[in-house]
């Protein structure tokens, strides 16, 4: 199993990125996929998720409506649309996926992805 992340980049505050995750060797339809981000110095934290189809999101109070989560099934693929991005968000982004059920709890997730670094200067 590999989730591959990309979109990651140096931005500035107040601009948009695209964060993407590309799932092989699993069924990806049977996946919830999330987001976590872990700055320097900090825990790990959840960033916004979806269970196996996107009629249900979530999302951790700091980025609800600045960030929008989807998939595409038929790409085995999670996005992660970003924008209004502050300096805060600087983090590497990392997706995971669950077997069945979407969770806030990382521990609970089956397989990683190698994280994507973005960056907000001010």
């Known amino acids: 199993v590999q989730l591959q992340a990309s979109g990651g980049g140096l931005v500035q505050a107040g601009d948009s990125l695209r964060l993407s995750c590309t799932a092989s060797?699993?069924?990806?339809?049977?996946?919830?996929m999330a987001w976590f981000r872990q700055a320097p110095g900090k825990e790990r934290e959840f960033v916004s998720g979806?269970?196996?189809?996107?009629?249900?999101?979530y999302y951790a109070d700091s980025v609800k409506g600045r960030f929008t989560v989807s998939r595409d099934n038929a790409k085995n693929t999670v996005y992660l649309q970003m924008n209004s991005l502050k300096p805060e968000d600087t983090a590497v982004y990392y997706c995971?996926?669950?077997?069945?059920?979407?969770?806030?709890?990382?521990?609970?997730?089956?397989?990683w992805g190698q994280g994507t670094q973005v960056t907000v200067s001010s």
């Open positions: 995971a996926a669950r077997f069945s059920k979407m969770s806030i709890d990382d521990r609970l997730y089956d397989y």
């Open positions: 060797g699993l069924a990806f339809i049977a996946y919830a």
């Open positions: 979806l269970g196996l189809s996107s009629s249900r999101t």
